[in-house]
């Protein structure tokens, strides 16, 4: 029989990727719901507990009370918002990090997809930390940008209006204040004692993403050179389907769009014996939301993790 699928929020830029990803599968029914009843709540309280899988691609607050309107045991949720990504009765859904996080993904009812900055974030840093070449006290800093579909509907429609300010045509750098939300989650999954630095931009392309953190290796608990932290990671994801250590990166130019419309993510290591510079590149769409989402639950569905993921290949 099919799985039922509904996708809460599925008039947002993530729960429209969802469903085309998942809208030509045989083996799913997608649940929709009416447009003039997609603010009621007894509606959307139907179709959820009357799912086997449902997404919540809503605000943070919205995915909680979203949650507490499940009253059916078997219905499993994944949700794409910031809310639950550091509970711990919650799986992190981001299974290249570890054995025991695709583990807990597989045997959970609740999972949360990571945010699009985190995800590029973790895969740098969890695996330094992990094997005990990064201190969990190092003062980290990270630079990102981001296209900006990834501020939502309201910021898609401020870069696509004809009358724009001229600011909306350079990098804009946001987040000054060190309080973005994905922060906690950022030091959280990545074992850190400390939150990073963390300084965001979003840019006049409309997807595609580049997250970097500068490290000095005198700074870390073992001297390695950067050739050696490419060799690390690149052992540390060989066997994983979407995460592609490039070969060691020289001078040269990289493009945050290059992954457009893929579940996919490039890690570039680049410098010398006194300073590295990894660089995580995704679709803030694609890894960094629908496709992530898509990933887990074919995990959780016990399914080729690729399923309806084949445009990333």
């Not at 059916?72 to 711990?88: F, G, L, M, W, Y």
């Not at 922060?183 to 990545?190: F, G, P, Y």
């Not at 409309?206 to 608990?221: D, E, N």
């Not at 457009?260 to 769409?285: F, P, Y």
Request: proline letters at 4%.
């Amino acid at each position: 029989m099919k799985k039922t699928v509904y996708i809460d929020g599925q008039e947002g830029t993530t729960g429209l990727k969802i469903v085309q990803r998942l809208e030509k599968r045989d083996d799913l029914e997608l649940i929709k719901i009416e447009e003039h009843l997609r603010k009621e709540v007894n509606e959307r309280k139907k179709l959820m507990n009357q799912s086997d899988y449902t997404f919540l691609c809503l605000p943070d607050e919205a995915a909680r009370e979203a949650v507490s309107l499940i009253d059916n045991e078997q219905v499993k949720v994944i949700d794409a918002s910031t809310a639950h990504r550091t509970h711990p009765d919650w799986a992190y859904g981001f299974p290249e990090l570890s054995a025991s996080h695709r583990a807990k993904i597989e045997g959970s009812k609740r999972v949360a997809v990571p945010g699009c900055y985190a995800s590029g974030f973790a895969a740098l840093v969890y695996p330094l930390v992990a094997v005990g070449i990064l201190p969990k006290d190092y003062p980290v800093t990270c630079h990102a940008v981001s296209g900006y579909s990834g501020g939502g509907k309201s910021t898609i429609q401020a870069y696509e209006a004809q009358s724009r300010s001229t600011a909306y045509d350079a990098p804009r750098l946001y987040g000054l204040n060190q309080k973005h939300k994905h922060l906690k989650e950022m030091q959280a999954v990545s074992n850190l004692a400390y939150p990073p630095i963390f300084n965001p931009s979003i840019a006049d392309f409309y997807q595609g993403m580049l997250v970097s953190i500068p490290l000095h290796t005198r700074f870390l608990t073992e001297q390695r050179t950067a050739q050696e932290i490419h060799q690390l990671l690149e052992k540390y994801y060989q066997k994983t389907t979407f995460i592609d250590v490039q070969p060691f990166a020289t001078n040269e130019f990289l493009a945050a769009n290059a992954l457009v419309d893929t579940n996919k993510m490039d890690i570039i290591v680049s410098g010398h014996e006194d300073q590295i510079l990894l660089v995580a590149r995704l679709d803030n769409l694609g890894k960094g939301a629908s496709g992530a989402a898509v990933q887990c639950l074919n995990i959780m569905m016990g399914m080729d993790e690729r399923t309806s993921l084949i445009d990333s290949f």
